[in-house]
């Protein structure tokens, strides 16, 4: 069973840059499109973009301008980076599976899920 | 403001039946049959009950149904029980632009 586990620093200063790393557990990592999803306190989630063991990636348009999401699968795990941030990017990070089969996405849900992290943008 | 439209909360006794509806556009719910269903307890990560509009995942109890009419999908929670109290979260495929939108959430307390 696939198992997920987000780490990163827990507090990062407005303007700077945030970095978190997903961990894959029990399972392959080219077996899943790779996502980073948030859900700021007491608000809805929010898809922040995917990537594929073989590197290609998808953003939400509307952060793909600040987003980077990498992969590096010697390490089975795989990364977001959050440029110029703000209060409103104050959040739990997850990191969640979408299905794949043959690099072609099979299932539009997101099964496993990590327990997620919160990240807090404060000076 | 999310994208997909839910009623901020519902509730039921222990036995009812209760129904959460997602409201979104032709872009989203209305024009794929890829709309996906998340029960979240607090402090906890969300929980997959419904994929593909309808379809129950392995060890979700069928008490959990799925189902979609034009622009809105629905889930529904038959014989209510006190562990069903959570937030549920509606998600659907928007396309190859957008990919996925989520509903704004529904918390559901069992009276």
């Known amino acids: 069973q696939v198992q997920l586990q987000e780490s990163g620093p827990g507090l990062v200063k407005p303007s700077e840059t945030l970095s978190l790393t997903c961990t894959v557990s029990g399972g392959s990592i080219s077996s899943y499109y790779w996502s980073w999803i948030r859900q700021p306190p007491g608000k809805g989630l929010e898809w922040i973009g995917y990537i594929y063991y073989s590197g290609s990636t998808n953003y939400n348009p509307s952060l793909k301008s600040r987003v980077t999401i990498s992969v590096d699968t010697s390490k089975n795990q795989f990364s977001l980076k959050l440029s110029s941030v703000t209060a409103a990017d104050t959040a739990v990070y997850y990191c969640?599976?979408?299905?794949?089969?043959?690099?072609?996405?099979?299932?539009?849900?997101?099964?496993?899920w990590g327990q997620g992290t919160l990240v807090t943008v404060s000076s | 403001q999310s994208a997909l439209t839910q009623p901020r909360s519902v509730s039921g006794s222990p036995g009812q039946s209760v129904t959460i509806s997602c409201t979104g556009t032709s872009s989203d719910v209305g024009g794929y049959n890829y709309v996906s269903w998340y029960q979240q307890h607090p402090g906890k990560a969300p929980k997959l009950m419904i994929y593909d509009v309808s379809k129950r995942p392995s060890g979700v109890p069928d008490r959990f149904s799925g189902s979609k009419s034009g622009n809105t999908a629905s889930l529904t929670i038959s014989g209510l029980q006190a562990e069903d109290e959570a937030d549920y979260y509606c998600c659907s495929y928007a396309g190859s632009y957008t990919l996925w939108v989520f509903g704004g959430g529904t918390k559901l307390t069992v009276l």
């Open positions: 969640a599976g979408v299905m794949t089969f043959g690099g072609v996405i099979v299932g539009n849900w997101f099964d496993p």
